[in-house]
């Protein structure tokens, strides 16, 4: 696999990886202080920690003004991490080697793997590859936070962009391509997700002995990263029972179920984080899954360390208001969906306490008000530059079918319903593990229940309204409902007979979603090389050549726009320099169809179609064009291009067969 790579690429790899080991190991001392209840002493937890925290702080110091965040930010970042590991390193200090050895080398296994994820189809195009690649790419580029919008010039990037800065951060501190620098990131979510899911399954099983919980985790590991939901048993395995409409199964319809088969007026998405990673989008809740996954090991470590003493854990109130800032900022709804999961939390310690209610309400309050302030406190950069492009809330008009959402989640579901009867009854509750898995599927069953009566209303239309919040809240419940249906099912075989002949029973659907793997699993054989770009074919040389222009601030360059998913903006995207307008139904999407976009949108159409020197002249000067590139692509969308207009307005600075780029004359333009 890796011997296959080209030897500069096998370096770009080691280096990667060694720089992730350096920063999570800065963050070991920290971790061990937050997570010694963990049977790792919290290295997993602190290799994720340490990957967020090398970010936050150059991002932090580039949104005030105080360091360039493209230039100096990867320096930054390494001596903030340097500090955290001076300041929490105890005097006398024991590291378990064996034990890092050993999560170290499995965190490479799922690196690998996340490679050869990414890499089956490694042209970052299509979907919405062009987006995530140009936020990354912008990033690198950036002297200030927020980045410049690559798509339109000017402006700065209006959605959650965070965990794409944090990406670009880890390409400069590796010195590779924006391109290599998106595979390699998107292998590292893929490891740590994995890992993650490992050491909360671990410490969740905990009660049924060492061998079962390891079994369990490596089994965790696998179903997020490679399983899929219901559906994609019931309609490959049992297809001739289903009255399916498409003729044959392709792995997006276990995704686009609802409201796609039957077809109704409503639809909606209903994603799983094996998808995510199998298309290949660098998108906001594929980076927010380690932090979720982070999120859930902060609150059982807070239960635990809550459970027998009630008392307020102000370090894990702090950590935890940092990571639900950090939610926001990545993937907004993650701010949702981890703050249930630290109120459901809050809740059951509040109902255990055994001391006077009212001095315990005035001591959570306290910890509450806490984890609040540092949430606000972290996101307040973000928030000073955002404008939030929803509608609010609104109550749904159809709802659905009870059996669909049986389809979508029978496989985890009845596993849940078992354990909450259980619960209920007064068995297996009397061990934090259980509470929290408790906590987990409780989640769950609120994540699927909220879109079948409220919205959030957005750019989409009527029977598409629900389509964007059923896809973000069922991404997080799958990987939930997995998570704590397999916790369930090994608690219950860890029991009594009668249990586990029940357990597993309860094993056969969840372990059944594995069919998905014949469709996301792929061999590490195919890591061959890291480029992405590939898709560019004679245009790469062209993209190549306006990576290297100099653009100061305000300046962009002209290049065809189009409509969203298609080939425009596309040399904006895979190098980071602003365009006049990128994909207009995305630059609506985050800031509405105003007179701005209108002006931008005819702008370009003109200046490609234009007749007269005069017209061409009028949107350069309008929108401070500095280079020009005419090609295949922009003589595709605008048939009435006149080549020879552009002669009379500036030079051929560089050309190929597949089209040039042409530098202005600002007098002529005068």
């Known amino acids: 696999m890796i011997p296959d790579l080209p030897s500069s690429q096998v370096l770009e790899i080691m280096s990667w990886l060694f720089w ?66 001076v300041a929490f390193r105890p005097t006398k200090w024991e590291i378990n080697w064996v034990s890092i050895l050993r999560i170290e080398l499995g965190f490479g296994v799922l690196f690998i793997l996340g490679l050869a994820a990414r890499l089956h189809a490694p042209d970052i195009a299509g979907l919405e590859k062009f987006m995530d690649l140009g936020f990354l790419a912008s990033s690198m580029r950036a002297e200030t936070m927020p980045p410049p919008d690559m798509w339109m010039s000017g402006e700065t990037i209006n959605y959650y962009y965070y965990g794409h800065s944090g990406a670009a951060l880890w390409a400069l501190l590796t010195n590779v391509s924006a391109d290599h620098g998106y595979q390699l990131h998107m292998a590292t979510l893929f490891g740590l997700t994995g890992l993650g899911v490992y050491r909360l399954v671990r410490e969740l099983s905990r009660p049924a002995g060492r061998t079962l919980s390891v079994i369990g985790g490596i089994t965790g590991t696998m179903l997020v990263l490679y399983a899929g ?73 807070t239960l635990r360390n809550n459970w027998t003493a009630q008392s307020a854990v102000y370090r894990y109130a702090i950590l935890l208001g940092w990571l639900l800032g950090l939610s926001y900022m990545t993937n907004a709804w993650d701010l949702a969906i981890n703050g249930l999961l630290a109120l459901l939390t809050g809740a059951i310690l509040l109902i255990r306490s055994r001391q006077p209610i009212l001095g315990t309400v005035d001591r959570y309050l306290a910890v509450g008000m806490t984890c609040l302030a540092i949430t606000f406190l972290t996101m307040t950069p973000f928030l000073n530059s955002f404008v939030a492009f929803v509608e609010g809330i609104r109550l749904v008009n159809l709802q659905t079918p009870f059996w669909q959402l049986l389809v979508i989640y029978g496989h985890g579901i009845f596993a849940i319903a078992v354990f909450f009867m259980l619960f209920i009854t007064h068995q297996d509750r009397q061990q934090p593990e259980h509470v929290f898995t408790g906590v987990l599927a409780f989640t769950v069953v609120l994540l699927i229940a909220i879109p079948e009566f409220v919205y959030v209303k957005d750019a989409h239309g009527e029977d598409y309204a629900r389509a964007n919040t059923m896809f973000k ?72 050549f306006v990576n290297t222009l100099p653009l100061t601030k305000g300046e962009a360059i002209l290049e065809a726009g189009g409509e969203s998913f298609s080939d425009g903006g596309r040399i904006s995207a895979v190098t980071g320099q602003p365009t006049v307008l990128g994909w207009l139904g995305h630059e609506v999407l985050w800031r509405g169809y105003g007179q701005k976009i209108a002006d931008r949108q005819a702008a370009v159409k003109h200046a490609y179609e234009s007749q007269n020197i005069r017209q061409l002249c009028d949107v350069l000067q309008s929108y401070n064009v500095r280079y020009i590139v005419v090609s295949q692509v922009e003589k595709t969308l605008y048939p009435d291009l006149q080549d020879a207009v552009f002669d009379q307005v500036g030079h051929t600075i560089y050309q190929t067969g597949a089209g040039r780029v042409i530098a202005p004359d600002p007098e002529t333009c005068s």
């Open 473 to 544: 809240l069922s991404f997080r419940s799958q990987m939930f409902l997995q998570i704590s249906a397999l916790v369930v099912v090994i608690l219950l075989t860890a029991s009594s007979r009668r249990k586990f002949i029940l357990g597993c029973i309860l094993s056969v659907p969840l372990i059944s979603t594995f069919s998905y793997a014949g469709i996301t699993f792929q061999s590490p054989g195919i890591v061959k090389n890291l480029d992405g770009l590939a898709f560019l074919k004679e245009e790469r040389a062209i993209a190549n």
């Open 20 to 85: 992730l080991w350096l920063v999570g190991f800065a963050a070991l001392p920290m971790a061990q202080r937050l997570f010694g209840d963990h049977c790792d002493h919290g290295y997993v937890a602190g290799k994720i920690l340490g990957w967020l925290g090398f970010a936050y702080i150059p991002w932090l110091a580039a949104s005030m003004g105080i360091v360039s965040f493209g230039s100096t930010g990867p320096v930054i970042g390494l001596l903030a991490m340097a500090v955290a590991f």
């Open 229 to 301: 939901n219901f559906h994609s048993v019931l309609y490959t395995i049992f297809r001739p029972l289903m009255n399916a409409v498409n003729p044959q199964f392709y792995y997006p319809d276990s995704t686009r179920f609802i409201g796609f088969d039957p077809i109704t007026e409503d639809k909606a998405f209903t994603e799983f984080v094996a998808y995510g990673f199998h298309v290949g989008d660098m998108h906001a809740h594929v980076l927010a899954t380690p932090i979720a996954v982070l999120t859930a090991l902060v609150l059982l470590s």
